[in-house]
């Protein structure tokens, strides 16, 4: 390879593709495009597979990509002179971008390395793959998308209380049907007070969550990620609840179908619902003097506590891991006295585990990699309805950022005196729109008001003229009756206050000739 790569113009690349036999797509992009030798060497992988190379067939990108990759290599001094590669950096595994552009850091803990990996590291050649920033750009809080999660998972936990209450009622009779064999059951005495502690070991993990989520600046967006990923397991749960009807696990337990008196199905489910309510106010929790059968497939509280333990581990920085341990020793230890008290199956709770791990991982991954789906995005918001509208504003990992309780009470206080401002100016712009309204009415009013003067005005013109027409044809039909009274030589050497007033009020009712008015 030349080495003077750092100066080659966008010619000097056509001319390495051509001769590399690359395709012509690929040519006609980059010479549409500018790149030059100083773009070849900053190309990253993600590159790759967005904008303008996201319409390329595999075979056309991979042979460009190792191309790329070859002179990344052959030019490390020069990567190094534009700042693209640093000897004294120690990459890190973890947060790699591989050629799907994939980046599963979020789940990976930085641990230590040893002395001999350091030194390995440090003689491997750098190539490429250097850490870009992959955090979100933008991150909005959405306080409307937080509350319509909020009504979501209300929704469900009341649905998943009609539902356990519907299940209590068909739970299978315990003499006839006993409990199915279990491999922990069968092996681990039963232990009374072992439910019990594991409410309050998922009470503990509770009020873990509630302090990260208060000290966290984007609250509202794991918040709202938060009640997303429990709304979707509870209704899940409430398809595994009704589908099959497990025996009772446990000989303990008190469980048979509630038997209602004689009365119409109205009331039947009016108490059905009375005992849903009552089921949904406590949380399901038997501490506080909720209980339940039927609702085995699969545990709600090992939902819960999984839930916990990830969202904490997750969304709090990876040098609290004493933290995480803490939080992961509670979750097993919650799974162990659910299992002890013999109030679920194991399959139950591994189940459980499984499904709320998984949906975790799996939204966490989506939405941390949203650039990946664009051409996807059809199909994205098909299977995974709930991640496309929820994250549509988040397009990165979210930063674990916090924020002190001077910050948050200056947030807070803002955000007050900026919701008074909203509703001051909404209610002044109201008022003002209001005044307007009545300014309107009232120049309509005193236009209409001005139109019907002229009206009146005009009305009076024509009333004065028709009344001098008049006025000048009785002054001719005057001089007409004179002229038949009187000589014209008369009347041009006599005034007309000479002639006597009898002359001047005699009967006009028969006017003048037309000859005689002519003559006057």
């Known amino acids: 390879m030349e080495n003077d790569i750092l100066l080659w113009s966008n010619r000097d690349v056509l001319d390495l593709l051509l001769r590399e036999k690359i395709s012509s797509v690929v040519v006609d992009i980059c010479r549409a495009h500018d790149i030059d030798g100083q773009c070849l060497l900053s190309f990253v992988d993600r590159d790759f597979y967005e904008y303008p190379f996201d319409h390329l067939k595999l075979g056309e990108r991979k042979r460009f990509i190792l191309l790329v990759k070859k002179l990344q290599r052959c030019n490390r001094d020069a990567m190094t002179e534009l700042g693209l590669c640093d000897e004294q950096m120690l990459s890190n595994p973890a947060t790699n971008i591989n050629f799907l552009g994939t980046n599963l850091s979020h789940l990976s803990y930085n641990l230590h390395k040893l002395p001999n990996e350091l ?189 916990l333990n990830f969202f904490i581990t997750e969304y709090t920085s990876r040098s609290l891991y004493l933290l995480h341990i803490l939080t992961w020793v509670m979750n097993m230890f919650g799974i162990f006295f659910i299992l002890a008290a013999h109030e679920h199956y194991s399959i139950d709770v591994f189940i459980a585990f499984y499904i709320t791990s998984r949906l975790f991982l799996y939204y966490h991954t989506l939405s941390n990699n949203q650039a990946l789906m664009q051409n996807d995005s059809s199909r994205t918001r098909i299977w995974f309805p709930l991640l496309s509208f929820f994250e549509s504003e988040v397009d990165g990992i979210v930063p674990n950022e916090y924020e002190g309780p001077v910050t948050i009470l200056s947030n807070l206080k803002d955000w007050c005196v900026q919701t008074f401002l909203d509703v001051r100016d909404s209610s002044m712009a109201k008022i003002a729109g209001t005044k307007l309204q009545e300014g309107a009415a009232m120049g309509e009013y005193s236009v209409v008001k001005l139109v019907d003067g002229i009206k009146r005005n005009l009305s009076l013109v024509e009333e004065f003229k028709n009344s001098r027409q008049r006025v000048v044809s009785l002054d001719k039909n005057i001089q007409a009756c004179l002229l038949d009274d009187h000589p014209e030589c008369e009347l041009r050497h006599r005034n007309v206050a000479e002639i006597p007033p009898e002359s001047l009020f005699k009967d006009l009712s028969n006017p003048p000739s037309p000859v005689l008015k002519k003559s006057i």
């Not at 992959?134 to 998308?145: G, H, M, R, T, Y």
């Not at 009504?151 to 469900?156: A, K, M, R, S």
């Open 119 to 307: 030194s390995y590291e440090r003689n491997t050649e750098c190539v490429g793959n250097f850490t870009p920033d992959v955090k979100a750009s933008k991150l909005k809080p959405e306080i409307w998308k937080t509350a319509i999660a909020l009504g979501y998972v209300f929704l469900v936990t009341w649905v998943t209380a009609v539902v356990m209450v519907i299940v209590h009622d068909k739970v299978p009779d315990m003499k006839k049907y006993p409990p199915l064999p279990d491999l922990f059951l069968d092996n681990v005495p039963h232990i009374p007070w072992a439910f019990d502690m594991c409410e309050i070991t998922g009470s503990l993990l509770m009020a873990i969550w509630l302090v990260v989520l208060f000290f966290h600046k984007h609250r509202f967006i794991i918040l709202r990620r938060f009640f997303a990923l429990a709304g979707t397991v509870f209704l899940l749960r409430c398809f595994t609840m009704l589908i099959t009807s497990l025996s009772v696990p446990g000989s303990h337990l008190k469980c048979e179908p509630r038997s209602y008196p004689p009365a119409d199905d109205l009331t039947v489910w009016g108490r059905r619902l009375r005992q849903a309510y009552d089921i949904w106010s406590g949380a399901g929790m038997s501490v506080r003097g909720v209980r339940t059968c039927g609702d085995y497939m699969f545990s709600g509280h090992t939902v819960a506590l999984t839930l």
